[in-house]
């Protein structure tokens, strides 16, 4: 089988379970026989396995798929070619299986790449050993502290799991795992969730980072928005997420001349909100559940917003620099209980799409425009409310 480059094994073929098996052992017993194999996929055996030591002889193999929960092979890190790893489980202490080390010398690793499940891993020293940094091909690096539902949408994924008498928690172990999970310089999207840590990492946000488009983080607890995570410029950053931040206080964000698109939802301890004035080149601007935040005067929305959303914002007093958007398409405010517009701040485009529900306090603003279809909702005999999704008629 000195030919053979692609290898599938379907057990859906196969009528009695038990031939299975068989058929598998078979299979991996006879791995030094196709060492010129370039892609092996076991994906549809319907039991985790666990890879002989002999996989090590794979020297060709490109793509390596498993069954889900199929702990990380032995001997793995012989497989220099290696471009495709999932899904393999790996469990502290567990010596019949590697260690996220094993990928140490897989230099070759492609594309996107989920690391999750990592509140469960107390080895430290095999973070730093994976050597994240070596893996130049990464475009796409996701790290979790749970376990995500879309893993096998990765190319690599590598997912911890819990070994009982073991775990550790503090910030600080966090902090060193995720310190030790530095990418290479050509990453174009760092997504991070449920981070329990406090700081984040020097390298998050370093300039550094020059091929960077794209940074989700994702309930980060207990970050309060303490070190500079946003405020350094990076050259093709084209969007920023921040979502279920809880401890989240301030954002402060650095003159950007790329970025794009900000989201900042359901942050209900954010008060401020820095440097929006300075991304110049910003179109989306979605701000959702975020109670307490305030714009300070200093502000300025940028001019070539296209997309502006303020949704229950409740402490929220004003928008400024609302009448400078030139390119702006649409405007949706809802929940801002305390938003008031001056008469004077009239919106300059003609054609732009409003999006207006229980904001009270605006009902001034509106009536100097003329519309063509207004609805208005009294939702008690205290508070008048108004829904309307027209186009400004001058």
């Known amino acids: 089988m000195k030919h053979l480059r692609y290898l599938c094994f379907h057990n859906t073929i196969l009528r009695d379970p038990r031939w299975d098996k068989v058929a598998l052992s078979s299979l991996l017993n006879s791995l030094h026989r196709i060492h010129n194999v370039q892609v092996l996929d076991l994906c549809h055996y319907h039991d985790p396995i666990i890879l002989p ?5 794979l020297i060709n193999l490109r793509h390596l798929i498993l069954p889900d929960d199929s702990f990380m092979p032995s001997g793995i890190s012989k497989l220099t070619c290696l471009q495709t790893l999932k899904i393999v489980v790996v469990k502290d202490g567990n010596h019949e299986s590697g260690g996220l080390g094993e990928i140490e010398d897989l230099a ?26 070596g893996k130049k091909q990464i475009r796409r690096l996701f790290i979790d502290w749970d376990i995500s539902s879309y893993v096998s949408s990765f190319d690599v994924c590598i997912y911890f799991v819990k070994k009982y008498g073991l775990e550790k928690k503090c910030f600080e172990l966090e902090e060193v795992k995720l310190e030790a999970l530095r990418p290479h310089n050509n990453l174009k999207e760092l997504e991070i969730r449920n981070y329990p840590g406090i700081l984040f990492p020097s390298w998050l946000g370093d300039p550094s980072y020059f091929k960077l488009q794209d940074i989700p983080l994702k309930r980060c607890n207990k970050w309060d928005g303490s070190g500079r995570v946003l405020d350094r410029d990076l050259p093709c950053l084209q969007s920023i997420s921040i979502i279920d931040c809880a401890m989240l206080k301030n954002i402060k964000i650095a003159q950007s001349t790329s970025l794009k698109r900000l989201l900042v939802e359901d942050c209900p301890n954010i008060t401020s909100l820095h440097g929006l004035c ?3 080149k910003l179109e989306k601007l979605e701000i959702r559940k975020c109670y307490n935040l305030l714009i300070s005067v200093e502000e300025i929305l940028p001019s070539k917003l296209q997309f502006v959303c303020f949704e229950d914002c409740w402490k929220l007093t004003s928008i400024p620099g609302l009448e400078n ?8 405010l809802t929940g801002c209980l305390e938003l008031e517009l001056a008469l004077e701040e009239k919106l300059s485009t003609m054609s732009c799409v409003l999006k207006i529900f229980n904001c009270p306090r605006l009902k001034k603003w509106w009536e100097g425009y003329e519309f063509r279809y207004i609805e208005v909702c009294l939702i008690s005999p205290q508070i008048l409310c108004f829904s309307f999704e027209y186009h400004i008629m001058y």
């Not at 030591?53 to 002889?57: G, P």
């Not at 070759?108 to 940094?133: Q, R």
């Not at 958007?325 to 949706?332: G, V």
């Open 53 to 57: 030591a002999s996989i090590k002889n």
């Open 108 to 133: 070759s690793l492609t594309g996107s790449c989920c690391i999750g499940n990592i509140k469960y891993a107390n080895n430290v020293e095999d973070f730093k050993k994976a050597n994240i940094y």
């Open 278 to 280: 300075s991304l110049h």
């Open 325 to 332: 958007l030139c390119s702006l398409k649409e405007l949706k």
